[in-house]
């Protein structure tokens, strides 16, 4: 708090810049419920232009976003970044494509990647909370919208080809992307190609820390001495490679889309296809050996050095192991809009979705896999999994979906009408969930209208979710029998005579409110209450065995009941004279928070002494009230030169998160300062933004303190018109430019993947 009464008094005639100064005038802070798209809310709550993006280093979609305030990432190296929003994430946060749920298997494992395309896309649509209403059901702490033109609703007046190259430092790796559009025969044509090659990433001096499972149970009170005596013995393992094995990412994105349009509406299909290799830096597999190899050194005082060789040598075997995910996903879109133009029926918008989204686990066979058996034949039987073969998460979902524009002289209203049908399962060597069956009916009303000074949106949602699954009981029992026996149980793969099945039928009804008004010719007001109820998601009912991309035996509960948010927004904002400001205050109260649960160390003390969950975290969904509350402050100032303009800024976003009995709710991000200075001119732009980020007291049980950070990042850009035929943009970056360690609170192996190093990377982009 010191540091932000410093700010506050150093920087308090600035506006912090979400991202470039010709974002400004977007970001004003509204909720909307019944237009189309978020791409046609006159304010959208947050904007990241399309620009930007092409501009800037490929990142995950949670790294793209990070800078905006109340938006962070849960990262997994740098394929994966999950999006969280006020403290929330999961399925309380929803990525849309166009408006429509992006229903990929990133949901069933934090080591799972977003599978979305942002290749030459318009802008990345931010609204949180109870704005997000209208576009997804359950979506507690908002949505993330990726817009592009893929289906153009309107002709396209010009042939449009871009091309573009990329080369970043920090992982010796590159990319390289092309997109078209025309208008050929009335057709509007729209493709897109992108090749994106990311070798593992450097990382910073002691950045990766090793902790056990009785490390992470031990609390705050050692964690700095634990730290310590972990850096000593790191320094011989993945520090000294100055890289983060298994941190690489490769991807291929295709797409293509045709329309037809008329003074009837318009009608057309696309078809994405994404394709990537990524490595997996952490797997909980490793995570038994290195706490056997400790408890050996501590009941052998005097063998503690041979235990420690013993460990620096088992720790050389697996910095050659590679484990890495392949997805495949292919989406097939129609949509379009029909024209009515009756008293009682504008228009009808309608789409159908086809996803098919695969994602498969590997480990590949080591040459030195044969000599470290021998070396370690007590070993040898914890390894064997590595051979079992793949693990594939499939998630194959249909969506249908019309919207039906009752608009009239007086009153802007619209009626939603979605059904979707979604089949997840997870098969082979590492399945931790049965096959689970999804459906979805959603029927909505939202107006939105101005009475007197006060703009009104309103909108109001019921939802019947049905999840059909199974539990296995047994399975965890004879997992604590015996080691081998586990093994062997495991190895026969088949349960289906121990399953006992559900079917969760589930009616949630949510409304949200939205009151603005103008104060005066400075300042605006805006109020927003709601209720939304969202349902448990099938990995939080029907999950049920050991989960490695965590280091956790996670279980379900099928009983679970849906979790209900009341919410309300104030937002303050001024303007005047090139000085902006922009304060909202939240609370979020949510009845049976639904959430993941470690098995603290009493709890683990009183099983029996084999029962170690195979050397995993046992972890359990459980549901309790929670209150969330935080606030985003953002201020600053535009200076007009004769050429340009500046404009200096400053940004604060803080979340706490506790249970009804007052403990924290765990991995909840911490408050930060982001500092951001910009000049820009007709060509040229040139950015330094500080992003500080606190230290993370607030721990839940379990959990032990991140220190907190400065990202320092630069970046310039400019452009060069090429003769009228098109314009070159070169931008140059510099990321994390004081090569610090890094990690975010939210990220489940926080101590074992850390954020990258310095990266200097280099962009160039033509346009025709």
Do not use: C
Request: hydrophobic share 30%; aromatic share 8%; charged share 30%.
């Amino acid at each position: 708090m010191k540091k932000f009464h410093v700010a506050l008094l150093v920087m308090g005639a600035f506006l912090v810049n979400n991202i470039t100064a010709e974002e400004i005038d977007e970001v004003i802070v509204t909720s909307s419920f019944i237009d189309q798209a978020l791409s046609d809310i006159e304010n959208p709550l947050q904007v990241v232009d399309g620009e930007d993006i092409s501009t800037a280093a490929t990142q995950s979609l949670g790294g793209s976003i990070d800078g905006l305030l109340g938006v962070s990432s849960a990262d997994y190296g740098s394929a994966v970044g999950q999006p969280v929003i006020r403290g929330m994430s999961g399925s309380r946060v929803k990525v849309l494509h166009n408006g429509r749920v992006v229903r990929d298997v990133s949901g069933l494992g934090a080591d799972h990647v977003n599978d979305i395309d942002l290749t030459d896309i318009q802008q990345i649509e931010v609204a949180k909370g109870p704005s997000s209403l209208f576009f997804s059901n359950g979506s507690i702490g908002g949505i993330i919208n990726i817009v592009d033109n893929t289906i153009a609703k309107t002709d396209f007046t010009q042939s449009r080809l871009a091309m573009g190259a990329e080369a970043q430092s920090v992982n010796d790796g590159d990319a390289y992307d092309v997109s078209y559009q025309n208008n050929l025969g009335g057709l509007n044509l729209s493709l897109a190609y992108k090749d994106s090659q990311f070798g593992n990433f450097d990382i910073p001096d002691g950045a990766v820390l090793h902790e056990d499972e009785h490390d992470e149970h031990e609390g705050e009170e050692h964690h700095d001495e634990e730290e310590h005596d972990e850096d000593e013995h790191g320094e011989e393992h993945e520090e000294q490679l100055g890289y983060l094995p298994n941190s690489d990412y490769g991807s291929t994105s295709k797409r293509i889309g045709l329309s037809k349009t008329g003074d009837w509406g318009y009608v057309g299909i696309s078809a994405n296809s994404v394709e990537s290799v990524y490595g997996i830096p952490f797997h909980g597999d490793n995570h038994e050996d290195h706490e056997g190899e400790e408890h050996e050194g501590e009941e052998h005082g005097e063998e503690e050095h041979e235990g420690e060789e013993h460990a620096d040598e088992h720790e050389g075997e697996h910095e050659g192991e590679r484990i890495f995910s392949n997805t495949k996903s292919d989406v097939f879109n129609l949509e379009g809009s029909y024209k009515v133009n009756k008293p009682w029926l504008t228009k009808v918008d309608y789409f159908f979705r086809d996803s098919d989204y695969l994602l498969t686990e590997q480990h590949a066979e080591e040459e030195h896999d044969e000599h470290v058996e021998e070396e370690h034949g007590e070993e040898e039987h914890e390894d064997e999994h590595h051979e079992e073969g793949p693990t594939m998460f499939k998630n194959e979902a249909k969506e249908y979906g019309a919207v039906f524009d009752l608009t009239n002289d007086t009153l802007s209203q619209k009626l939603v009408l979605n059904l979707t049908q979604e089949d997840i399962s997870i098969m082979g060597a590492e399945a931790f969930m049965s096959p689970t069956d999804n459906e979805e009916t959603s029927i909505g009303y939202y107006l939105s209208n101005k009475f007197g000074p006060f703009h009104v949106d309103f909108g109001v949602r019921h939802d019947m979710i049905s999840r059909s699954g199974s539990l296995s009981h047994d399975e965890h029992e004879e997992e604590g029998d015996h080691e081998e026996e586990h093994d062997d149980h495991a190895e026969e793969g088949d349960h289906e005579e121990e399953l006992e099945l559900f079917d969760r039928d589930l009616n949630n009804t949510s409304f949200a409110l939205s009151v603005g008004t103008e104060i005066n010719a400075l300042w605006d007001f805006n109020i927003g209450l709601s209720r939304v109820v969202r349902a448990p998601s099938a990995v939080e009912l029907f999950m049920n065995g050991p989960h490695l991309a965590t280091g956790r035996l996670e279980t379900g509960n099928p009983n679970l009941k849906a979790e209900s948010s009341n919410n309300i927004d104030l937002t303050l904002s001024y303007e005047n004279a090139g000085f902006y400001g922009d304060f909202t205050l939240f609370q979020n109260n949510i009845d049976d928070y639904i959430y993941l649960m470690d098995e603290t160390e009493d709890d683990h003390a009183g099983h029996d002494d084999h029962d170690d969950h195979g050397g995993l975290i046992l972890a359990n969904y459980l549901q309790r009230d929670a209150e969330f509350s935080g606030y985003e402050l953002e201020f600053g100032q535009v200076f007009e030169l004769d050429k340009g303009e500046i404009l200096v800024s400053f940004g604060r976003d803080s979340v706490t998160g506790e249970f009804a009995d007052g403990s924290n709710i765990p991995r909840l991000v911490p408050a930060r300062n982001i500092y951001s200075l910009s000049y820009s001119e007709s060509d040229l732009e040139l950015s330094l933004r500080l992003k500080d980020v606190e230290r993370q007291n607030d721990i839940g049980e379990g959990e032990s303190v991140t220190d907190g950070f400065k990202m320092l990042n630069l970046s310039a850009k400019k452009s060069f018109n090429l003769n009228g035929e098109g314009d070159l943009t070169v931008s140059v970056f510099a990321n994390n430019l004081l090569d610090e360690v890094a990690r975010n609170h939210s990220s489940f192996v926080k101590n074992e993947v850390p954020l990258a190093g310095r990266n200097l990377g280099l962009k160039i982009r033509a346009v025709f």
